[in-house]
Every structure is written in C-alpha cells, then in structure tokens.
C-alpha cells in the first residue's frame, strides 16, 4: 500500500469536506474497505462516485431513540445532502436488497427484450422459505418480465434466470456484479450471488446501497418496475401454452399497508429479510420540495419495526416552504 499518497488523499479529502461539506463539485471520492485498509476514505478515479455525497468515517454517527436498526440512512439525492446516517459503513448481510446490484448489471449488459429459458437450477431453489415465482424448467419469459419480478416480487428463481442468462452461471454473475460494484465505488461490498439467499461471504453496506440505487433511479424502466403496486408477467410452457403469473409488490408503503408522512411521495424500493440480516429496506421517495431521497435500513428486529424506522427516516424530509 503507498501509505503516502493515502494520507495525502484524506487529508485533501477533510479539507475539502470541511470548506464545502457534502457539496463538493465533482468530489471523485469513494471509500475503500478491506482487511488491512478498513474505513479509510479515499479517491478512487476509476469509479463512478464523483458528485456524491460522502461520510466522513471520522464524523460521529448520529442517534436517534426511534431508528434502532443496525444501520440507516437517508440522504437528499438532488442537492447531495445527510439528512441522517449511522453505521454507514458497517458490512451487513443485504438478504433481497442484494437484487438491486442484479438489477444494475442487467439493464447495463442485457436486453430486456430477450428471451430467457428456465433451467434446472432456477426452478429447483430448495432453501427453506426461499420466496420463489413458480417458474419449471424449460419455461420461457421475456427479460423484462423476470426483471419485474425479481423487483417487485422478490422472486429469488427468477435472479438465477437472470444470471445465468446473461453470464452463463452464478459464479460468472456474481464476478460481474462484484466489478459493476467496485466501478461504482461500492467497495464495502462483496456478492456471490445474485438473489441474497444468506452466504456468509455475501455482504454489502448501507451506503454502498446507496451508490448502486443511486445509479438505478437515472433509468426510466427501473422507477416504472420498483414503482409497481402489481405485475402481470406471461410465460411460454415447454408445450408452448402461454400462461401468465400475477405478483404482488412486497413493499408496504406502495401497497398502502404502511403510511408515509403526508408530506412524502414513495416512489418505490427494494425489501429484503433473512434471519442472518434482520428486515431490510432500501427506499426511493420524493418530498414536496422536488427533491429526490434515498432511504435505506438494515438489519431492523423485525418488519413492524423496519417499516416504523423507515417512516421516521422520512420524517426527516423537509416540509415545502409556504
């Protein structure tokens, strides 16, 4: 490691944060996390993170009495703002939310408008209380449609579709995915597939979500598909019938089961629960101010209580001026 030029790069860094914040003009700044450089902050101008807003691992993590999970953040997307955050940095299990990354490489390397057939491995996911869309072997649906539902479904099948679709297995995709992250500046994180089914050497961060969300919300199809309260997505049977499967969102803001304040638009987002990462939620809201927020919680006890957290999240969105 040269030890020089990271001491020379956080010291520009706090400089920098300390003359403009999180405003800094074309900042280029991302952290790096690994076992013998965890937690510094440092440019990395071979990624995408420029004009984004960073914590500084330096800054004190904020409390809040209401927000109990392990990790939570909420920022101002359109002037690169900290409404809140703690524990951003803090390599957690990202269960489902991990479908997002999947999201990112697909619509960067595929076309939604192939055709994707079934395999064996994608209809034959055995894990105990693995969420699956119902897909047999030798299936064919339209990439767009399996999109949908690994989205708004959470169709743990369809992200192995998906994968192997595009990279041949899951190995190769999560390769993929795993350099797409690294591009993006998440380097906190590590993936070895491409639905969130726990692995121990499968983790990511909140602000690592954060990064990848960020850069989904600038494509038109991902906001239509995570802003679906319901999907209709047909399919071609080996015997050439076309069927059609019908799934229901996962998120409870969307589907009206949990109230946003009055002052908040929720676009849409990305849930995700295993026993190992707790009730996850990664969020895309808009507030009367025309501004567009991130709010992501990991590792909540449970999900009244994420779904509690994440409303107070959003409570930190301010109120349109009169």
């Known amino acids: 490691m040269n030890y020089k030029k990271v001491i020379f790069s956080i010291l520009m860094m706090s400089i920098s944060l300390i003359l403009f914040g999180c405003n800094m003009e074309k900042a280029d700044i991302a952290y790096v996390s690994d076992t013998s450089n965890y937690g ?14 960073v914590v500084p691992l330096s800054k004190k993590n904020d409390t809040n009495e209401s927000i109990t999970a392990e990790s939570a953040l909420i920022f101002d997307v359109t002037d690169q703002s900290i409404l809140y955050e703690n524990n951003v940095y803090e390599r957690l299990y990202p269960a489902s939310v991990t479908k997002l990354m999947t999201a990112y490489v697909t619509l960067k390397y595929a076309d939604l408008d192939d055709i994707v057939t079934i395999s064996y491995n994608a209809s034959h996911i055995t894990e105990s209380g693995a969420k699956l869309c119902g897909f047999k072997e030798g299936d064919q649906v339209k990439l767009r449609n399996l999109l949908c539902a690994l989205l708004v479904y959470s169709g743990n099948d369809a992200g192995v ?162």
Do not use: W
Not at 260 to 289: F, H, M, N, Q, R
């Open 40 to 53: 510094y902050v440092t440019p990395l101008e071979d990624t995408k993170s420029s004009e984004l807003c």
């Open 161 to 322: 579709a998906i994968a192997e679709h595009i990279s041949g297995s899951v190995d190769s995709f999560a390769d993929l995915m795993n350099k797409e992250a690294y591009e993006l500046g998440a380097t906190g994180s590590h993936f070895v597939n491409p639905h969130g089914l726990h692995d121990d050497n499968h983790y990511t961060t909140t602000y690592d979500i954060y990064l990848i969300f960020n850069e989904l919300i600038k494509n038109e199809d991902f906001v239509d598909m995570i802003h679906s309260k319901e999907v209709l997505v047909p399919y071609k049977d080996t015997k050439g019938n076309v069927l059609s499967y019908t799934f229901s969102s996962t998120n409870e803001f969307l589907l009206g089961e949990t109230d946003a304040p009055e002052d908040v638009t929720v676009v849409g987002g990305k849930t995700g629960t295993t026993s190992k990462a707790g009730a996850c939620l990664a969020l895309y809201s808009k507030g009367e101010d025309g501004h567009a927020y991130i709010s992501i919680v990991f590792k909540a006890d449970n999900k009244t209580s994420l779904y509690r957290q994440m409303t107070q999240l959003l409570k930190f969105i301010p109120k349109k001026e009169e």
